[in-house]
């Protein structure tokens, strides 16, 4: 029986990075030590972008000690002029503790040399994830994930002065082909290892799937689905959740872009005749988006005006007074606030974060959807799956299908028209899509689900006519 070793991943809410002397320099700070040794000085660090990073993860030993060189592997991530995201060194620091369990379970060393292949920790891990992916407990997906972290790993102990006689793996180029943002089909060169290319992730190609893939699986409401959820907004009156709702189906902006709204963002006056009031979201303002991507959200006037008149009532300024997050300008704080007065989804450069152990991300939309929309949906006769980013896509398709009124889907040369490529461009901006492919999904699902809803119906007739005549023939008999 197998030791069930607790490897975890401890965080540090605020890592401050410098470096000791015993050397005053200009501007460093004195720092008092033990009474056995002396006080040494901090100097500023050079090889990191922040001297501040929030949220560090560690990874901990079931002594309670720490694995002192990924540790040391993590350090060096927050190298270089942009730091790391710190979510992404959480996954990083989750996939190594991963593998730090697996070493200690089965009582190898990571730093074991072989001439064997099959004997290298690198290729018994690798081995391992497979047996996991066979028995369903893991996905091929998050299994290449996790050995792509164990190779980062090993490569960097290679750069720190660890010599290994025999190879952890076989690596060669290879091609990796892509769309470019205009969407011409490009090429780059890749490492590539024995180890990442033995999981196949396959990626689905369902042409009559009602999901759109555009960072996650996304999926379209329908019309009445769109009606039915409005009418349990209205129904259960939390006129936060209402608001915001509204936002991501006239907007398509992400969970996160609708919940890092400051009020900033709504004091200014439209100008004379506008329709939609424009927003700046992205790298540069307090609004979060995916990756940072700097985008503009128009904003329908009737629903500005709304959230105008939200912001000035009691109920908002309720909440903000219980809000312990004091920002220098009243403007700066969140749009929308819980009934304790905390942000539904704190952004990435928020200097509260560290407060934190674990900062708001949406858990709470989450949790109104489960426990109040999705039972009142279901008291009003309808009962679908539906995750607040599916308002994305129902923006993405609502947007399409108006705009694809002047152009006949059957029209086989559409493809090649320049007014059609500028429908395409159009789109990709209001959505902030990176890749112009990800819009085409879009377009795909428009024509084949509705092409394969289409046939189904017309086939669910055709048993519904042949269930009525073995009806008849019945009642004959």
Not at 374 to 395: M, S, V, W
Request: charged share 25%; proline share 4%.
């Amino acid at each position: 029986m197998k030791l069930n070793f607790r490897v975890g991943v401890e965080v540090i809410r605020k890592l401050e990075c410098y470096e000791p002397s015993t050397i005053e320099l200009v501007g460093s700070h004195v720092c008092s030590a033990t009474a056995k040794s002396r006080d040494y000085y901090r100097h500023p660090a050079q090889d990191v972008a922040h001297d501040v990073f929030y949220h560090y993860p560690m990874i901990v030993d079931p002594d309670g000690s720490l694995w002192a060189e990924a540790n040391r592997y993590l350090l060096s991530r927050l190298n270089g002029f942009v730091p790391v995201k710190r979510r992404t060194l959480e996954s990083i620091a989750g996939d190594l503790a991963h593998f730090r369990r697996w070493l200690l379970e089965e009582e190898i060393d990571f730093l074991t040399d072989t001439a064997r292949p099959r004997a290298r920790p690198t290729y018994r891990y690798c081995a391992y994830l497979h047996d996991e992916i066979r028995f369903g407990k893991l996905k091929a997906r998050t299994a290449k994930r996790r050995i792509s972290s164990v190779q980062n790993f090993y490569r960097w102990l290679v750069v720190d002065g660890v010599k290994f006689e025999y190879p952890l793996w076989l690596e060669n180029d290879a091609a990796l082909m892509f769309k470019d943002a205009r969407g011409f089909q490009k090429s780059k060169s890749v490492k590539s290892t024995d180890l990442t290319r033995s999981f196949r992730v396959v990626k689905s190609n369902d042409d009559y799937s009602e999901h759109i893939d555009d960072g996650g699986k996304l999926r379209p409401l329908p019309k009445d689905e769109q009606v039915a959820l409005i009418h349990a907004l209205k129904a259960i009156g939390n006129t936060e959740m209402t608001l915001a709702f509204f936002l991501a189906l006239a907007t398509g902006a992400r969970l996160q872009t609708v919940f890092t709204l400051r009020r900033q963002n709504f004091l200014d006056e439209p100008y004379k005749g506008a329709v939609s009031h424009r927003i700046k979201v992205g790298d540069g303002t307090p609004v979060s988006t995916k990756y940072g991507k700097q985008m503009v959200l128009l904003v329908p006037l009737f629903l500005y005006r709304r959230v105008q008149i939200y912001m000035n009532s009691e109920r908002c300024h309720q909440r903000m007074k219980l809000s312990k997050h004091v920002y220098p300008e009243n403007s700066d704080q969140y749009l929308f606030l819980t009934r304790t007065g905390q942000p539904y989804y704190m952004a990435e450069n928020d200097p509260f974060t560290f407060l934190y152990r674990n900062p708001p991300r949406g858990n709470a939309v989450t949790q109104f959807i489960r426990q109040q929309l999705k039972p009142e949906l279901y008291r009003l006769g309808f009962e679908f799956e539906f995750r607040f980013h599916d308002l994305r896509a129902t923006f993405g398709i609502n947007l399409l299908e108006e705009r694809l009124r002047d152009y006949p889907l059957e029209d086989s040369s559409m493809q090649n028209q320049p007014n059609f490529f500028r429908l395409l461009m159009y789109v990709r901006r209001r959505m902030g899509h990176a890749n112009l492919a990800t819009t085409e999904r879009y377009l795909s699902y428009r024509q084949s689900f509705k092409l394969a809803e289409s046939l189904q119906n017309g086939y669910e007739c055709y048993l519904e006519n042949l269930m009525a005549v073995i009806e008849v023939a019945d009642e004959l008999e």
